[in-house]
């Protein structure tokens, strides 16, 4: 019976019948294991891979275990291409952790390792990213939950501004970033613009102001706030052209603004 090598050049050529002679799955294992049909004598032909199990095992027995990083003899047992923990070191003989615990060195204990359970934001591991909901910090070991996400979302500008409407002279409040301010008065009216340390709104906030009534709507701030426009009259203030008229406020510093849109002096 002819017989074909199997295998690559990196593991011995173990040999099973060749395509022309008739299948046995006996004969054919036999080749594989041995080499040959029959089972050798002494040692282990050489295209098989028990001669190849031989030959590790022999290899195993050479280590040298005085020499660091060098794994020991007594931890290991060779069995093909496995090599599987069975000393007292060994990784399979460390108890399962709890769920959501992670396997981590810890060069003081007897195997090496142990189960820790994972960061949190209030715990400090070097190396270690930690989530954590904060939108604000600047750590570069902190990662952001899905919570800090959804939240940054909700922290930027709708792209529907709220309409909020006022009868009435009126100062800005915190909530009324990123909104549309309709003044709707017959008489004239005034909408001020607070100091920073009042109502701290983010540099870059916009403020859409309409002046919906007939009363013509003057925008004043109030002492320590400086606001440009063009065109501008009286300096801090930006006066809306007629009825219909607008103009958007942006925050431009800590206590700058700049008013733009349909103006007059």
């Known amino acids: 019976m002819a017989a074909t090598n199997i295998g690559s050049n990196k593991y011995p050529l173990a040999k099973i019948p060749a395509m022309a002679d008739p299948a046995d799955?006996?004969?054919?294992?036999?080749?594989?294991h041995w080499g040959q049909e029959t089972e050798p004598e002494t040692t282990p032909a050489p295209?098989?891979?028990?001669?190849?199990?031989?030959?590790?095992?022999?290899?195993i027995d050479t280590l040298e275990t005085d020499i660091d990083n060098v794994v020991l003899?007594?931890?290991?047992?060779?069995?093909?291409?496995?090599?599987?923990?069975?000393?007292?070191n060994a990784v399979d003989r460390l108890a399962r952790g709890s769920d959501g615990y992670y396997l981590k060195a810890n060069e003081s204990l007897e195997k090496g390792l142990e189960w820790s359970a994972l960061p949190t934001a209030s715990t400090s591991i070097s190396g270690i990213v930690q989530l954590s909901d904060s939108i604000s910090s600047s750590s570069t070991t902190l990662a952001a939950t899905a919570n800090a996400v959804k939240n940054v979302n909700f922290s930027k500008s709708p792209l529907n501004y709220p309409i909020i409407e006022k009868t009435a002279n009126y100062e800005l409040e915190l909530t009324d970033a990123y909104s549309i301010i309709e003044m709707n008065s017959g008489s004239a009216n005034s909408l001020t613009i607070p100091?920073?340390?009042?109502?701290?709104?983010d540099i870059g906030c916009q403020i859409t102001v309409i002046q919906l009534g007939l009363g013509q709507t003057t925008i004043n701030v109030l002492s320590g706030v400086t606001l440009y426009?063009?065109?501008?009259?009286t300096a801090n203030t930006a006066k809306l052209r007629t009825q219909y008229s607008s103009c958007t406020l942006i925050k431009r510093a800590e206590n700058v603004w700049i008013a733009i849109g349909d103006l007059v002096a």
Do not use: H, M, W
């Open 25 to 32: 799955i006996q004969i054919a294992l036999k080749y594989y």
């Open 47 to 59: 295209a098989g891979i028990s001669k190849y199990l031989d030959e590790l095992d022999g290899r």
């Open 73 to 88: 003899e007594s931890i290991v047992d060779a069995k093909g291409d496995l090599i599987v923990g069975t000393g007292a």
């Open 195 to 201: 100091l920073n340390a009042t109502d701290s709104f």
């Open 229 to 233: 426009c063009t065109p501008q009259g």
